[in-house]
């Protein structure tokens, strides 16, 4: 069983900066991707960032230059560092990771149950 726990989010002015956490948990034998959707109120779920193991990363296009996705390898844990917030940035963030766990084959992918952000005008 694998658990993906957020934290990091809250209430911040536009222009302001956050830092959410997810760490994963469980029997985990490979971690390939990890990273970040978010889902605003009445709006489809998107990727915000994801990384894979080799250290390359991948932004939405709204993000790039704001947001910075890291990754702690030895503690499975994956980092948004979210600057210059806007509050169009404000949603549910949700850590997303592609693992395969001791006892699997194939690699899946496990969701946090999300983390909120809003960002005040």
């Known amino acids: 069983q694998v658990q993906l726990v957020e934290s990091g989010g809250g209430l911040v002015q536009a222009g302001g900066s956050l830092r959410l956490s997810c760490a994963a948990s469980?029997?985990?034998?490979?971690?390939?991707?990890m990273g970040w959707y978010r889902q605003a109120p009445e709006k489809q779920r998107e990727l915000v960032a994801f990384?894979?193991?080799?250290?390359?990363?991948n932004y939405a296009d709204s993000v790039k230059g704001r947001f910075t996705t890291s990754r702690d390898y030895v503690k499975n844990t994956v980092y948004l560092q979210m600057n210059s917030l806007k509050p169009e940035d404000s949603a549910t963030y949700y850590c997303?990771?592609?693992?395969?766990?001791?006892?699997?084959?194939?690699?899946?992918?496990?969701w946090g149950k999300g983390t909120l952000v809003t960002v005040s005008s």
């Open positions: 469980g029997s985990i034998s490979r971690i390939n991707r």
């Open positions: 997303n990771a592609n693992i395969k766990t001791m006892a699997s084959y194939h690699s899946v992918d496990y």
């Open positions: 990384i894979i193991s080799g250290g390359t990363t």
